[in-house]
């Protein structure tokens, strides 16, 4: 039986075009002329358990194979970027404690909203929505009749798999303090498990980023973390994702991107707020004098 790994199969560069604007069609990642030796390294593993002997046969495959659905579902798990870890990029996590928690707090018990609504988009393998509702469970705000909940959206099945299971290893931890180890998580064979306290304010979701449908029952959320994802999507895909965004938050909802990310030459429908060693963006539209 043929198998492409066994040889070294090219990918050419109509193939490569062909690929890349699939890719990006579906799920908004974008791959540079210069990265076409990355993109085939990802995949070639996928020619030999498909039994396919080029990229041309793949991209068919893929298009219109009865079993594409499940060859995408193991694809994008090969061209995500799964690094992350517990309380990543923490002067952002910072702002998002001190400012943002406090502001949505103060405006939300002028009224009668006891809610709040968390989006991690992009969370892989949990680490992220799970930091937050260790943030959001160690602030003592939200509390009794209040009615939270952190919403963790991924593309990738494999990744949210592990992030239902809520075990992970020491890399995970590099950035966490051994007092947040010990509240937070439980001995589970040669890892660590969250806490039924922490993992019930969580829910995970398989969705892709660029489908409204993704989001459905979701809105209106009071903030978004959307960090280190958006670095691998063209500006017409990060358009439509941030499109999605404003539509999501509610008004005076925040915006939370990577610390090397920005909306700059994107979309202006957002006010950027500086902090020092982070800047958030907020929706237009809080109750006036809510914000401190």
């Given at each position: 039986?043929?198998?492409?790994?066994?040889?070294?199969?090219?990918?050419?560069?109509?193939?490569?075009?062909?690929?890349?604007?699939?890719?990006?069609?579906?799920?908004?990642?974008?791959?540079?002329?210069?990265?076409?030796?990355?993109l085939r390294s990802r995949l070639v593993g996928r020619l030999a358990s498909l039994?396919?002997?080029?990229?041309?046969?793949?991209?068919?495959?893929?298009?219109?194979?009865?079993?594409?659905?499940?060859?995408?579902?193991?694809?994008?798990?090969?061209?995500?970027?799964?690094?992350?870890?517990?309380?990543?990029?923490?002067?952002?996590?910072?702002?998002?404690?001190?400012?943002?928690?406090?502001?949505?707090?103060?405006?939300?018990?002028?009224?009668?909203?006891?809610?709040?609504?968390?989006?991690?988009?992009?969370?892989?393998?949990?680490?992220?929505?799970?930091?937050?509702?260790?943030?959001?469970?160690?602030?003592?705000?939200?509390?009794?009749?209040?009615?939270?909940?952190?919403?963790?959206?991924?593309?990738?099945?494999?990744?949210?798999?592990?992030?239902?299971?809520?075990?992970?290893?020491?890399?995970?931890?590099?950035?966490?303090?051994?007092?947040?180890?010990?509240?937070?998580?439980?001995?589970?064979?040669?890892?660590?498990?969250?806490?039924?306290?922490?993992?019930?304010?969580?829910?995970?979701?398989?969705?892709?980023?660029?489908?409204?449908?993704?989001?459905?029952?979701?809105?209106?959320?009071?903030?978004?973390?959307?960090?280190?994802?958006?670095?691998?999507?063209?500006?017409?895909?990060?358009?439509?994702?941030?499109?999605?965004?404003?539509?999501?938050?509610?008004?005076?909802?925040?915006?939370?991107?990577?610390?090397?990310?920005?909306?700059?030459?994107?979309?202006?429908?957002?006010?950027?707020?500086?902090?020092?060693?982070?800047?958030?963006?907020?929706?237009?539209?809080?109750?006036?004098?809510?914000?401190?």
């Open positions: 039986m043929f198998h492409p790994s066994d040889h070294d199969v090219e990918l050419h560069e109509e193939e490569f075009r062909l690929l890349r604007d699939f890719i990006h069609e579906r799920f908004g990642l974008y791959f540079e002329d210069t990265q076409r030796t990355s039994d396919l002997e080029s990229f041309e046969d793949y991209y068919h495959h893929l298009r219109f194979a009865p079993q594409r659905a499940d060859e995408l579902r193991s694809m994008i798990s090969h061209l995500t970027n799964n690094e992350t870890y517990f309380f990543r990029e923490v002067a952002q996590l910072q702002v998002f404690e001190a400012h943002v928690l406090k502001t949505l707090k103060e405006r939300k018990t002028k009224g009668s909203d006891r809610r709040l609504r968390v989006l991690s988009a992009g969370c892989s393998t949990g680490e992220e929505p799970y930091s937050l509702a260790m943030l959001l469970y160690d602030s003592g705000q939200f509390f009794w009749n209040w009615d939270v909940s952190v919403t963790g959206l991924d593309v990738d099945a494999v990744a949210l798999e592990k992030a239902r299971r809520g075990v992970y290893f020491h890399n995970s931890f590099r950035s966490t303090a051994p007092v947040l180890i010990e509240k937070h998580f439980v001995k589970s064979g040669n890892g660590l498990e969250v806490k039924e306290a922490i993992r019930k304010l969580v829910q995970f979701r398989q969705g892709n980023l660029l489908d409204a449908e993704s989001y459905k029952g979701l809105k209106p959320l009071d903030a978004i973390l959307c960090r280190n994802v958006l670095i691998y999507f063209s500006d017409a895909a990060i358009r439509k994702v941030v499109e999605h965004f404003f539509e999501l938050l509610a008004p005076g909802g925040f915006l939370l991107l990577g610390h090397a990310e920005s909306l700059s030459r994107i979309s202006d429908a957002l006010t950027p707020v500086r902090f020092k060693g982070a800047m958030i963006y907020e929706k237009p539209g809080a109750p006036e004098g809510a914000t401190p």
